[in-house]
């Protein structure tokens, strides 16, 4: 959530909180619950739209395997400066800078207030009377309050019945700490200081704490006390955040101390407020939980679904949507003979198993795939993704290739050992076994002069070799918390622009494109298994996109779950030549 959107929703809350008490409750003799609501609406205010509460989503969708992709970086011959930044950047960066300055302001004069006072009462005259202390000084104009201090000043005698009247009052904001509520509204006010109503609030609120002391301290001497608080009308205050005896407005003060009737309605215009803070935090903290499951490299993610069911025969088969991230991938078909009926895969009250789990199936994997010979000599590698059914019997069918043809044989044998699977445990669908189908990447990679089978993507510091023991090492193509280079996309780009030289062949025959680089960023924030992807431009891009991906300093390692975890990442760098 940025900070905009937060300010927006605090001034939104605030705003209807604020109103419901200027229309039901403002001028009405329960001060106390009018205090305590004020209070509450700010502190309100200020935690809901922090909140984020998460609702399941009943048209929730299965997600594609998709992979995270960067901004596309354009970079032209010759490389001039740093990339043109924003001009909008500047008027965030103007705008925050005028924010931080106003707030640290008002923070520096409540500051300066709270100093101010400490250095009254080190110059006063100070005398202990429990519950609280009682400090004369010449600089003291008229009486006020501050937490435990009494404040009067040196000519004014505590025997006359206005003035002690006058004590009463600053007593009782002691005995009910309005001190308190008046510091913390004046910080949320300095740092929220762009919301009227959290000043509207503030100004209410002192209000309300003279209302309360009015009440108590006057007694049965109403009209008496009236006429105290009409004869010292024109005295000044001399600190914003104390306690004053004549606080202004006097009109509405003298209207509340001699207001006796009991409103109407008065016990519904204070519960009526429950369903209306319970309906706009509802309104501000829940939202649809749209995060989609991590979805595993290493591990087989199994079938992908379509949301949508029809019914077309006897036997059931899952059938794969086109997942919208790999745009290389070739449209799947299905034999003609089976009949294929679309299944939510929440519907499946059992996912097909490979005898023994996942790990099993890794282990089988890795033991029975060869690496073709002639692929292994011409130095060809790369991922081969194998799609394939499961039928009601748990029998392996109709497995097919269905990435960017690599050749040499890679294809053939990735088929070759999914046929050669043993039976799986079917799938289940309201008790009656269904096909459904499934989906595993072999990635067949040569690291000194060896040739490397792994599913998925794997990584070479394991020193997975053909025909052992499969890694448990997972990496993630989709995570709740991507992993994020220093300082954002503008940092990178400003990496990616400073550090990448256009291949002089290239520039001499005009090659230009597009070079996707697909890398591993590992739960240390380290890349690794660093590779293009997608059709080769040649004449030095591949190699040069590669070489500056791999000088890169270190990322933020993504998190799934609350754990940092590997994730594959897809960088597009564009070469364009300048006319």
Known sequence: MTALIYL???????????????LALRNNRFHQWNRYYLMLITLVSLVTPLLQIPLPDNNEKTSAVLTYTSKILTLREPITATPTIDPTAYLRIGLTVIYALVMAFLLYRLLSGILGIRRLIRRSTVQEIPPFRFARHPQVKAPFSFFRYIFWDMDSSLDTPDNKQVLQHELVHLREKHSIDKILLEVITAVCWINPFFHLIK???SLVHEFIADRKAAGNEVAGYAENILRNAFNSRQFSITNDFFHPPIKRRIFMLTQFRQPRFSYLRRILVLPISATIFCSLAFVVDQRPSAIRALVPSGSILSPHVQQEGPTQVAQAIQPTGDTTRPKRTI??????????????????VFPGGDKALAIYLSRNTRYPRVAFEKGIQGTVKIHFIIDAHGNVTHAEAINTPLGERLEEEAIRVIKAMPQWKPAEKDGQKVAVDYLIPLQFKLEKEIGIITIGEANPSEGTTQNTQPRTEEVFTFVENPPTYEGGEEALARYLSRNIRYPRE?????????VFVQFVVDKEGYIKDTRTVGKEKGNGLEDEAIRVVNAMPRWHAGKQNGRDVNVQFNLPIRFTLQE
């Open 335 to 352: 034999d003609s003979s089976v009949r294929v009926t679309m299944v939510d895969p929440s519907q499946l009250s059992v996912r097909p």
């Open 203 to 205: 100004r209410e609120l």
């Open 8 to 22: 927006e929703k605090v001034v939104l809350c605030s705003a209807l909180l604020y109103g419901y008490y200027h």
């Open 506 to 514: 290239a520039q001499e025959k005009g090659t230009s494109g597009t």
